[in-house]
């Protein structure tokens, strides 16, 4: 099956430093997302981005589908934006929908 | 526009004892996604519902089952609970099965003893 690798495992910032988080997969894809989980424990909706770019604010992110990788840049960080980032894909022409995560990438943001 | 619900928000059960999570899809939805979410770990895909009937399956045994009804909100049971089955619980909708954009629910967090 695919492998989805997230890079760096662990991310320390101090407010209002920008940050560039990675996506790798090992096949073709068509979909890919980001999320934010909270401490709570909710996933939120960062991107949809099975290609191209997309901004959001402070946050975009690029997916370059022949290269199999994706990036997720944070601008201006606040300490709201701690917590675990996942990249999320889904691949195959069977596929109805079913995403594969990678392991994430926790980011502390230190006032 | 309500988003995707889940019940209950934390649980505790005992070893070998039966649960029944259940969840509500985003408005406009009619596919539901569950997946299971041990500590310090990424989602993994349980399985996935549309029309009533599961399409998908993720490597998990048979304990695992799952229901949708008509109005499209969805039940994850999973039966003779092990304490591996630990774990928060998400549960995710979707339009027609597709492989558009996915929201996924709260969570429920369950504690097998």
């Known amino acids: 099956g695919i492998q989805v690798e997230q890079s760096p495992p662990d991310l320390i910032l101090q407010e209002g430093a920008n940050s560039t988080l990675r996506c790798n997969f090992s096949?073709?894809?068509?979909?890919l997302q980001w999320f934010h989980q909270n401490p709570w424990g909710q996933l939120i909706n960062l991107f949809y981005?099975?290609?191209g770019t997309k901004q959001n604010g402070r946050l975009s992110a690029t997916t370059v589908a022949t290269e199999r990788y994706s990036l997720l840049y944070i601008s201006s960080s606040q300490t709201t934006d701690s917590g675990v980032y996942f990249c999320?894909?889904?691949?195959?022409?069977?596929?109805?929908?079913?995403?594969?995560f990678g392991q994430g990438t926790t980011l502390q943001v230190k006032p | 526009d309500a988003g995707v619900t889940q019940s209950p928000t934390h649980l505790i059960k005992t070893r070998g004892q039966q649960v029944t999570l259940r969840c509500s899809p985003k408005?406009?939805?009619?596919?539901v996604s569950w997946y299971q979410q041990a500590l310090g770990q990424g989602p993994q895909f349980i399985f996935q519902?549309?029309?009533?009937?599961?399409?998908q399956r993720g490597n998990f045994p048979d304990r695992f089952s799952g229901h949708q009804f008509p109005n499209y909100s969805s039940e994850l049971n999973v039966n003779a609970l092990l304490l591996g089955d630990s774990a928060l619980y998400l549960c995710?909708?979707?339009?027609?099965?597709?492989?558009?954009?996915?929201?996924f629910g709260p969570g429920t967090r369950l504690t097998v003893t």
């Open positions: 999320a894909v889904g691949y195959g022409s069977s596929n109805t929908g079913k995403l594969i």
């Open positions: 519902y549309y029309e009533e009937e599961e399409r």
């Open positions: 408005s406009g939805h009619d596919t």
């Open positions: 981005i099975p290609s």
């Open positions: 096949d073709s894809v068509n979909n």
């Open positions: 995710a909708s979707s339009f027609r099965g597709s492989k558009g954009e996915q929201y």
